[in-house]
């Protein structure tokens, strides 16, 4: 519980990721105020908690100094949260060190009283992953300032949306027979979501964790071998047939699941190179000081399974990153300095209220799909995947809710407001940039509008090619998914 005494606010970098989104809210339901960092603020105030009173959303970035600085005044402690591992960086463990090194200075200037960060577990030494290395590394610059640090390191997560989580649950779902390479049988130690969150908020009032790193980690050691039979218990799979292949590398491992899996390669890559590196705990003292049940692999799969079954889904791995709103698709002008638009619009009347039609509007994509013409939208994903791609193998993180900032299979929801609009930005493979954009206006008799509008920004010869090609489909698809 907070210190009633001290009603300073938290501090979290990398609250849109997948342990931010989670930590936030139970952070706020514990009593604490709390300040998130967001590169796009409209992302965190689209979720549920976004309104909360003891919540302050600000506008920063932790590659920006002067914001993060600002961000940090008056705060007591801060989370750090962030990892640059993503398909849009080059040099991720460069990211990792500038932001690492912003956030060391800022917390002196802002004289915290501690910070927390979320690291990786796995020996220091030459054949540690590229990956492994830079989340060590980040927690040695933290180190480096005036600040206290309490470095939790933590193998593999296990819940609903974690990116590792979902490499294995989509291959041992899908491949009967699963290739693996030599180091299938490296051992390792997860631990559920659920009881990192504990050690992440029980870390603040626990004056003997400051300056210290602990090791994180169900009791049980396993390998991933041991984990992939697990796991098809839990689902109720199929005995899985895993084949170690000695020439199957980090490369080939991670195009593989890309094309098996939502992870696309550029992300999947350093987390198989990871495999190869024992991750077990060595230090076990955090547990004695933060009491809690530890979840062993079996309990931890079931947990997050059963999220999955109710189409609830926290956070994701797709949360991450800002959101980059198509600027030529509001400006309204069709011969936009940046080239020709081309736009297809549609509409509809509907005998019903906005909040009546709302429901069926928010919940297209996923397993509900796009209401006319689906095995189309399957070929276009399946095109993507092979062209390396997102195809629409993300689905959605909720059945029934959208948030700005959610993937929505290819797309991703830049804006949402309910019960009247809804825009997505393509992130399939295109010659160009695409949005698709809804809206819902009540007419004076009672009944409502709903238009559609797709919009292109082609580039190069290539693209306007892509459009004129693609023009004959919007006109079947487009008028189907209206009537449906």
Known sequence: MPNNHNKQPIFVAGAGGYVGGRLVPRLLEAGYRVRALARSPEKLRSRRWGNHPKLEIVHGDVLDYS??????????????LIHSMNPSVDDFSHTDRVAAMNMTKAAAAAELKQIIYLGGLGEQGSG?????????????????????VTVLRAAMIIGSGSASFEILRYLVDRLPVIPTPRWVDTPCQPIGIRNVLHYLIGCLECPETLGETFDIGQPEILSYHKLIEIYAEEAGLRKRWIIPLPFLTPRLSSYAIHLTTPIPAALARPLTEGLKNPVICHDNRIAELLPQELFDCRKAIRLALERIKRHHIESSWTDSGPIHPAEWSVRGDPTWAGGKIFTDSRRVIID????????????????????YANWLWKLRGMIDRVLGGVGLSRGRRDHLELCTGDALDFWRVVAVERPKLLSLNAEMKLPGEATLYFNLRQLDDGRTELRQIARFLPRGLLGLVYWYGVTPFHNYVFDGMLRG
């Open 352 to 371: 019903a209220e906005p909040a009546e039609i709302w429901p069926a509007l928010a919940s297209i994509g996923g397993e509900v799909g796009w209401y």
């Open 67 to 80: 914001t993060l600085a600002e961000g940090l005044e008056g705060c007591r402690a801060a989370y750090y």
């Open 128 to 148: 540690l992953s590229h990956h492994l290395q830079s989340r060590s590394e980040v927690g040695q610059v933290l180190q480096l300032g005036p600040v206290p």
